[in-house]
Protein backbone atom coordinates (compact mmCIF):
# COMPACT_ATOMS: atom_id res chain seq x y z
CA UNK A 1 0.00 0.00 0.00
CA UNK A 2 2.65 2.32 0.92
CA UNK A 3 4.38 1.63 -2.29
CA UNK A 4 0.86 2.26 -4.60
CA UNK A 5 0.38 5.69 -2.70
CA UNK A 6 4.09 6.99 -3.11
CA UNK A 7 4.03 5.80 -7.00
CA UNK A 8 0.21 6.25 -8.36
CA UNK A 9 -0.78 4.86 -11.22
CA UNK A 10 2.58 3.44 -12.26
CA UNK A 11 2.00 0.35 -12.06
CA UNK A 12 5.83 -0.68 -12.80
CA UNK A 13 7.52 1.40 -10.79
CA UNK A 14 5.24 0.20 -7.44
CA UNK A 15 6.63 -3.17 -8.36
CA UNK A 16 10.24 -2.21 -8.29
CA UNK A 17 9.56 -0.39 -5.16
CA UNK A 18 7.96 -2.54 -3.09
CA UNK A 19 10.40 -4.95 -3.94
CA UNK A 20 13.15 -2.96 -2.85
CA UNK A 21 11.60 -2.01 0.10
CA UNK A 22 10.72 -5.89 1.15
CA UNK A 23 14.09 -6.99 0.11
CA UNK A 24 13.04 -9.44 -2.52
CA UNK A 25 15.57 -10.00 -5.29
CA UNK A 26 15.18 -9.52 -8.65
CA UNK A 27 13.31 -12.78 -10.96
CA UNK A 28 16.75 -13.12 -12.74
CA UNK A 29 19.03 -13.57 -9.80
CA UNK A 30 16.31 -15.70 -7.56
CA UNK A 31 16.34 -18.20 -10.71
CA UNK A 32 19.95 -18.03 -10.98
CA UNK A 33 19.90 -18.28 -6.71
CA UNK A 34 17.65 -21.65 -7.79
CA UNK A 35 19.31 -23.42 -10.70
CA UNK A 36 22.10 -22.89 -8.16
CA UNK A 37 20.51 -24.28 -4.94
CA UNK A 38 19.42 -27.31 -7.04
CA UNK A 39 22.75 -27.79 -8.52
CA UNK A 40 24.54 -27.77 -5.15
CA UNK A 41 21.61 -30.18 -3.57
CA UNK A 42 22.18 -32.60 -6.47
CA UNK A 43 25.66 -33.09 -6.12
CA UNK A 44 25.17 -33.81 -2.43
CA UNK A 45 22.71 -36.51 -2.37
CA UNK A 46 23.12 -39.83 -0.58
CA UNK A 47 24.20 -42.13 -3.15
CA UNK A 48 20.99 -44.18 -2.29
CA UNK A 49 18.82 -40.89 -3.77
CA UNK A 50 16.99 -41.50 -6.98
CA UNK A 51 18.10 -38.37 -8.27
CA UNK A 52 21.97 -39.40 -7.92
CA UNK A 53 22.22 -41.99 -10.13
CA UNK A 54 21.37 -39.82 -13.20
CA UNK A 55 23.73 -38.10 -15.48
CA UNK A 56 23.48 -34.92 -17.21
CA UNK A 57 24.42 -35.41 -21.20
CA UNK A 58 24.91 -32.71 -23.28
CA UNK A 59 23.91 -32.29 -26.87
CA UNK A 60 24.59 -29.91 -29.09
CA UNK A 61 21.29 -29.08 -30.30
CA UNK A 62 20.64 -27.57 -27.20
CA UNK A 63 22.30 -27.31 -23.33
CA UNK A 64 19.79 -26.95 -20.22
CA UNK A 65 20.54 -23.97 -18.12
CA UNK A 66 21.51 -26.48 -15.41
CA UNK A 67 23.83 -27.87 -17.72
CA UNK A 68 25.34 -24.88 -18.41
CA UNK A 69 25.89 -24.02 -15.00
CA UNK A 70 27.56 -27.27 -14.34
CA UNK A 71 29.96 -26.71 -17.09
CA UNK A 72 30.54 -23.37 -15.77
CA UNK A 73 31.12 -25.21 -12.18
CA UNK A 74 32.93 -28.31 -13.14
CA UNK A 75 36.01 -25.41 -15.00
CA UNK A 76 39.36 -24.80 -13.54
CA UNK A 77 38.64 -22.94 -10.32
CA UNK A 78 41.75 -22.89 -8.81
CA UNK A 79 43.53 -20.51 -11.93
CA UNK A 80 40.96 -17.76 -10.84
CA UNK A 81 42.92 -15.38 -8.83
CA UNK A 82 41.77 -13.16 -5.55
CA UNK A 83 43.11 -9.90 -5.91
CA UNK A 84 43.74 -8.52 -1.85
CA UNK A 85 43.66 -4.90 -1.03
CA UNK A 86 47.24 -5.11 -0.01
CA UNK A 87 50.27 -7.50 -1.84
CA UNK A 88 52.11 -7.42 1.41
CA UNK A 89 52.13 -6.10 4.71
CA UNK A 90 52.24 -2.09 4.66
CA UNK A 91 55.27 -2.38 7.55
CA UNK A 92 57.19 -5.49 5.75
CA UNK A 93 60.33 -4.84 4.09
CA UNK A 94 60.41 -4.33 0.33
CA UNK A 95 63.10 -5.47 -1.94
CA UNK A 96 65.48 -2.72 -3.45
CA UNK A 97 65.08 -2.44 -7.22
CA UNK A 98 67.51 -0.41 -9.07
CA UNK A 99 66.71 1.05 -13.18
CA UNK A 100 69.16 1.11 -16.00
CA UNK A 101 69.24 2.62 -19.07
CA UNK A 102 69.57 -0.52 -20.58
CA UNK A 103 70.13 -4.39 -20.82
CA UNK A 104 74.11 -3.71 -21.48
CA UNK A 105 74.01 -1.90 -18.44
CA UNK A 106 72.70 -3.96 -16.32
CA UNK A 107 74.69 -6.93 -17.24
CA UNK A 108 77.85 -4.60 -16.59
CA UNK A 109 76.74 -3.50 -13.30
CA UNK A 110 79.67 -3.55 -10.51
CA UNK A 111 77.35 -5.52 -7.42
CA UNK A 112 79.10 -2.60 -4.80
CA UNK A 113 79.37 -5.25 -1.66
CA UNK A 114 82.13 -6.95 0.11
CA UNK A 115 81.62 -9.95 -0.32
CA UNK A 116 83.04 -9.68 -3.74
CA UNK A 117 86.17 -10.75 -3.08
CA UNK A 118 85.50 -14.13 -1.04
CA UNK A 119 86.35 -16.84 -3.10
CA UNK A 120 83.97 -19.68 -2.12
CA UNK A 121 81.01 -17.02 -3.23
CA UNK A 122 79.86 -17.83 -7.12
CA UNK A 123 78.62 -15.21 -9.13
CA UNK A 124 75.70 -15.82 -11.40
CA UNK A 125 73.32 -13.26 -13.87
CA UNK A 126 70.78 -14.86 -14.72
CA UNK A 127 68.48 -13.14 -17.59
CA UNK A 128 64.99 -13.51 -17.55
CA UNK A 129 62.67 -13.01 -20.29
CA UNK A 130 58.37 -13.26 -21.21
CA UNK A 131 57.31 -12.75 -24.51
CA UNK A 132 53.46 -14.05 -26.68
CA UNK A 133 54.11 -15.02 -30.03
CA UNK A 134 51.07 -17.10 -31.96
CA UNK A 135 48.58 -17.03 -29.36
CA UNK A 136 51.21 -18.78 -26.43
CA UNK A 137 52.68 -17.07 -23.37
CA UNK A 138 55.83 -18.20 -22.25
CA UNK A 139 59.34 -17.40 -20.43
CA UNK A 140 62.89 -18.28 -21.24
CA UNK A 141 66.48 -17.32 -19.23
CA UNK A 142 70.10 -18.00 -19.30
CA UNK A 143 72.23 -18.67 -16.41
CA UNK A 144 75.92 -16.73 -16.61
CA UNK A 145 78.73 -17.35 -14.35
CA UNK A 146 80.46 -14.15 -14.49
CA UNK A 147 83.96 -15.46 -12.23
CA UNK A 148 84.91 -17.63 -15.34
CA UNK A 149 84.87 -17.63 -19.44
CA UNK A 150 84.15 -21.49 -19.71
CA UNK A 151 83.85 -23.23 -22.93
CA UNK A 152 80.62 -21.79 -23.77
CA UNK A 153 81.54 -18.01 -22.37
CA UNK A 154 80.40 -19.04 -18.76
CA UNK A 155 76.71 -19.81 -20.12
CA UNK A 156 75.97 -22.57 -17.32
CA UNK A 157 72.57 -23.31 -18.39
CA UNK A 158 69.41 -22.03 -20.84
CA UNK A 159 65.60 -22.78 -20.31
CA UNK A 160 61.85 -22.16 -21.85
CA UNK A 161 59.15 -22.99 -20.23
CA UNK A 162 55.45 -22.80 -22.13
CA UNK A 163 52.95 -21.13 -19.33
CA UNK A 164 49.55 -21.37 -21.76
CA UNK A 165 47.22 -19.44 -24.20
CA UNK A 166 46.96 -15.91 -24.66
CA UNK A 167 43.65 -15.36 -22.88
CA UNK A 168 44.80 -17.07 -19.50
CA UNK A 169 47.72 -15.25 -19.68
CA UNK A 170 49.85 -12.47 -19.70
CA UNK A 171 53.49 -10.98 -20.38
CA UNK A 172 53.22 -9.12 -17.37
CA UNK A 173 52.02 -11.98 -14.89
CA UNK A 174 54.46 -14.19 -16.83
CA UNK A 175 57.23 -11.94 -16.17
CA UNK A 176 56.50 -12.13 -12.39
CA UNK A 177 56.46 -15.79 -12.64
CA UNK A 178 60.17 -16.08 -14.54
CA UNK A 179 61.17 -14.14 -11.60
CA UNK A 180 59.96 -16.56 -8.98
CA UNK A 181 61.04 -19.68 -11.23
CA UNK A 182 65.04 -18.35 -11.22
CA UNK A 183 64.34 -17.67 -7.07
CA UNK A 184 62.40 -20.97 -6.71
CA UNK A 185 64.89 -23.15 -8.53
CA UNK A 186 68.36 -21.12 -6.64
CA UNK A 187 70.04 -23.25 -4.22
CA UNK A 188 71.95 -21.36 -0.91
CA UNK A 189 75.76 -20.17 -1.44
CA UNK A 190 75.46 -18.49 -4.74
CA UNK A 191 75.76 -14.96 -5.48
CA UNK A 192 72.76 -13.26 -7.44
CA UNK A 193 71.82 -10.40 -9.55
CA UNK A 194 69.26 -10.54 -12.33
CA UNK A 195 68.01 -8.57 -15.06
CA UNK A 196 64.63 -8.18 -16.37
CA UNK A 197 63.35 -6.57 -19.53
CA UNK A 198 59.75 -5.66 -19.13
CA UNK A 199 60.51 -2.45 -16.28
CA UNK A 200 56.61 -3.19 -15.04
CA UNK A 201 57.40 -6.47 -13.18
CA UNK A 202 60.81 -4.95 -10.84
CA UNK A 203 58.12 -1.44 -10.46
CA UNK A 204 55.58 -4.17 -9.21
CA UNK A 205 57.73 -6.37 -6.96
CA UNK A 206 59.35 -3.25 -5.36
CA UNK A 207 55.97 -1.62 -4.34
CA UNK A 208 53.21 -4.51 -4.75
CA UNK A 209 49.56 -2.58 -5.26
CA UNK A 210 46.04 -4.01 -5.78
CA UNK A 211 46.36 -5.92 -9.06
CA UNK A 212 46.81 -9.23 -10.71
CA UNK A 213 50.29 -11.26 -9.79
CA UNK A 214 50.14 -10.99 -6.13
CA UNK A 215 50.30 -14.56 -5.61
CA UNK A 216 53.84 -14.58 -7.52
CA UNK A 217 54.88 -11.86 -6.00
CA UNK A 218 54.55 -13.09 -2.52
CA UNK A 219 55.99 -16.19 -3.51
CA UNK A 220 59.39 -13.60 -4.47
CA UNK A 221 59.44 -12.64 -1.12
CA UNK A 222 59.01 -15.66 0.29
CA UNK A 223 61.76 -17.36 -1.94
CA UNK A 224 64.17 -13.93 -1.81
CA UNK A 225 63.47 -14.24 2.55
CA UNK A 226 64.57 -17.52 2.10
CA UNK A 227 68.04 -16.74 0.30
CA UNK A 228 68.63 -13.93 2.16
CA UNK A 229 68.67 -16.23 5.17
CA UNK A 230 71.24 -18.39 3.46
CA UNK A 231 73.56 -15.58 2.83
CA UNK A 232 72.87 -14.51 -0.39
CA UNK A 233 72.50 -10.93 -1.50
CA UNK A 234 69.88 -10.24 -4.24
CA UNK A 235 69.20 -7.10 -6.53
CA UNK A 236 67.04 -6.86 -9.22
CA UNK A 237 67.69 -4.54 -12.18
Known amino acids: MGAQAITGAFKTVSVAVAEAVAGI ?4 ERHAQAGTRLYVNKQTLPKTHLLATLRMR ?3 RYLSPLTKLALAHDGAIERIETIKLYA ?4 HEHIVVEYDSDKEAAADADTGDDVTGT ?3 RHVLTATSASARNGIVGIGGVERNTTGGGAHDGIIAKYSITFGPRDEQNAYTTE ?3 IAVV ?4 PDGLRHREVTVNRSAPQAIAK ?7 GTIREIYKHAERLEKGGNAIKMR
Not at 88 to 91: D, F, G, I, R, T
Not at 183 to 186: A, E, I, K, V
Open 176 to 178: LEA
Open 25 to 28: APVG
Open 208 to 214: PRQHSGQ
Open 88 to 91: LLPW
Open 58 to 60: ETR
Open 183 to 186: LRCM
Open 119 to 121: SSM
